[in-house]
């Protein structure tokens, strides 16, 4: 499975909203390797991290293979909406590949600072990417075409903005870049999908 698969899946739900379950659900059943998600609100320090994704192995069977767990740990401090988003956007991690992944304090550190001065994509380290990359998963699969369809249309008000955020179950930020033009940019670079 890759992440064109999932967002397939997302775009061909008949739903009003994508739940994150369904999504999780579907990794765990087609993902190699990922045998669980597991969430875990927490203590975090939300000018550095609203929530992150590690891996542990476990084993179910001692017949069997070991699977890694992804733990999506995120602020107890965030609403639902975020909630969704942030745990939606680690979700998608699980579609990294190695060089993406902040797997050491020094790549952890480099990559704080490369959040801080937000360099020029060409420049910028495969574990910036994938953060970047990872938000726009997250906002395709909540936010699919066919959704993207029903929702936004040219010079949306605040209050309708307000009122996409709640259907979709997203902050108001998201259905924000939801409504920007590069929407299909992103869903076409990332999928191959043409709308």
Sequence with gaps: MNFTDIYRFANGLERKN???R???ERIVAFHPHVGEIALYPCKLDTSISLGHIVYDQ???SPYNGTHDVAIICFSDELNRCWQRLVCTKELMHVFD???GRTNSRDRFITLLAELETAPRYEDASA???TERDALWKAIL???PER???QYIKPGLTAEEIGDVAQSL???VQAVRAIASPYYQTALENLTGEVP
């Design 127 to 129: 574990m910036f990417k």
């Design 18 to 20: 994508t739940p994150f």
């Design 58 to 60: 476990d084993r179910t």
């Design 147 to 149: 959704l993207h369809r």
């Design 22 to 24: 369904a999504l999780s």
């Design 141 to 143: 699969v909540l936010c």
């Design 169 to 171: 179950r997203v902050p």
């Design 97 to 99: 590949g190695t060089q």
